[in-house]
Nanobody
């Protein structure tokens, strides 16, 4: 069974930057859609960004302009670069992927993505 493992979460000050990475445990895992979600304490999980296998990217309005999603197919890794972080960005960030679902036309809901990581904590202090 393929597993996704996130890394890169940290505590930073407001205005800081972080790059989160997500690696698939099996090198041969080929996903069609890769995405990042986040969940703050007491809130529902929300979409951040997605990237389709053809390179099409989509961003949620909450972080648009401050995040960039990218993928390295040769290494089965995808990343989320975050800048100008704010205290309200504090959350657990999860990566997700699916081998069948497309996210060419938008970020799919969490229920549409089959494989998830366990999350990495991002804390932004003011």
């Amino acid at each position: 069974q393929v597993e996704l493992v996130e890394s890169g979460g940290d505590s930073v000050q407001s205005g800081g930057s972080l790059t989160l990475s997500c690696v698939a445990s099996k090198f041969t895992f080929m996903s069609r859609c890769q995405a990042w979600f986040r969940q703050a304490t007491g809130k529902e999980r929300e979409a951040v960004a997605s990237i389709n296998s053809d390179g099409t990217t989509n961003y949620a309005s909450s972080m648009k302009g401050r995040v960039t999603i990218s993928q390295d197919k040769s290494k089965n890794i995808f990343q989320l670069q975050m800048t100008s972080l704010r205290p309200e960005d504090t959350a657990i960030y999860y990566c997700a992927a699916d081998s069948r679902r497309s996210c060419q036309f938008g970020i799919p809901p969490p229920s549409h993505l089959a494989t998830w990581g366990r999350g990495t904590q991002v804390t932004v202090s003011s």
